[in-house]
């Protein structure tokens, strides 16, 4: 729920308090979040949008915001993985899972019950599948793709234009910061620093997922092996998913991957921002008496004013009586 509500980032940084995205060019910026159990896209769109779920008209600092918003459930990076592994369990009930998303050399044992233990996959449960299963990597990333692809259905859409799962989207719009997993796999990829092309991006991914598990695990002694082995997994998972929501080449470059905002974790700054919120008001804070139009003319107003005052004090004085007058 805390998650569903990412897309104050994005209002927040077109307000005068804060200034999020030191980057970005325009007053908003879209946000993109990914967890390990769902996903969500927020946009401001000038587009109509069709299906009133993902709706969101949204006032703040007296301005209006036609809001986009979804959130996938179960297409965040841990349940993707289950339902990767679920759809392969149906080719065959082999007790080793070749498995082209993790490196080669890296085996794992999978328990069904626990795998079959989320609500994302349990009604796709076959009959008669071992205990345990043996997932080895075979580490391609092409192949990898293919997989993942599986997991989204393109085959139905009611609306204009879908991104997946027959869930409405209108086209992208504006800038986009992506964090939590976004950026951790990415950081770990080494392509968050300076702006690195969608290509070069694939090229990371499949340099990374083509490479030994011993070697992964002898470059990043520090990572959690569970964590550190699903990185290919996650890169070719986001790259999907970033295709379906529709950045291609040249939207690429307008997200931003970001892990600190000032300083400070997104997570944390998120949760506080979250918690300002509360205080924001939906219209302009009561505004000072004055426009700084109204107070400049005011000012250059008494300037002159004050400057006919010492002229005439100026010509009198030459008077011997002006200021002895002025002052009695
Ligand atoms: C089934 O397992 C055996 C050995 O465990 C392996 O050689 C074979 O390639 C596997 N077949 C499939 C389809 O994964
Ligand atoms: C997986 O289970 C097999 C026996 O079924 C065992 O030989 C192997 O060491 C286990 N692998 C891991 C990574 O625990
Ligand atoms: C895709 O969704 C449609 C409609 O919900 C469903 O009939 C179809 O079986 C789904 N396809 C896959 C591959 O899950
Ligand atoms: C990328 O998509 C945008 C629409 O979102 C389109 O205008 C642009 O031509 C596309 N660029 C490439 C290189 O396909
Ligand atoms: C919000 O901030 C206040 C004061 O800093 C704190 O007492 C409260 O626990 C916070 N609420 C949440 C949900 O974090």
Redesign the pocket.
């Known amino acids: 729920m805390l998650r569903f509500l990412t897309f104050f980032l994005f209002l927040l940084q077109s307000s005068p308090w804060f200034n999020l995205m030191p980057n970005s060019k325009e007053g908003t910026s879209g946000a993109l979040d990914l967890g390990g159990a769902s996903t969500q896209i927020t946009f401001v769109s000038d587009d109509n949008i069709e299906s009133q779920d993902n709706s969101i008209r949204f006032r703040l600092y007296g301005k209006s915001y036609n809001v986009y918003t979804h959130s996938f459930l179960c297409y965040g990076k841990d349940q993707a993985l289950r339902l990767q592994l679920a759809n392969s369990m149906t080719h065959g009930q082999n007790i080793t899972l070749l498995d082209p998303c993790f490196n080669p050399g890296y085996t794992r044992n999978v328990s069904t019950a626990d795998l079959y233990s989320s609500p994302c996959v349990s009604d796709r449960r076959i009959l008669t599948i071992p205990q345990t299963i043996q997932i080895k990597g075979t580490g391609n990333y092409q192949l990898c793709k293919d997989k993942v692809e599986n997991i989204f259905n393109l085959s139905h859409c009611s609306y204009s234009r879908c991104s997946f799962n027959g869930i409405f989207q209108p086209?992208?719009q504006g800038e986009f910061g992506a964090f939590s997993a976004f950026y951790f796999v990415m950081d770990f990829l080494k392509v968050t620093k300076e702006k690195v092309s969608l290509d070069g991006v694939k090229d990371s991914v499949e340099r990374h997922c083509s490479k030994p598990w011993a070697e992964v695990k002898r470059e990043a002694v520090r990572i959690k092996e569970k964590y550190l082995s699903e990185y290919c997994f996650s890169a070719v998972y986001i790259l999907n998913l970033l295709d379906l929501y529709?950045f291609?080449?040249?939207?690429w470059e307008d997200i931003t991957f970001f892990g600190k905002i000032q300083g400070s974790d997104a997570g944390w700054t998120l949760g506080y921002m979250l918690n300002l919120t509360n205080m924001i008001p939906a219209e302009l804070p009561p505004s000072p008496p004055l426009s700084h139009g109204g107070y400049v003319g005011v000012m250059v107003f008494f300037s002159v004013f004050l400057l006919f005052i010492l002229l005439t004090c100026w010509l009198t004085f030459r008077k011997p009586k002006c200021l002895q007058k002025g002052i009695i």
């Open positions: 086209m992208l529709g291609n080449s040249s939207s």
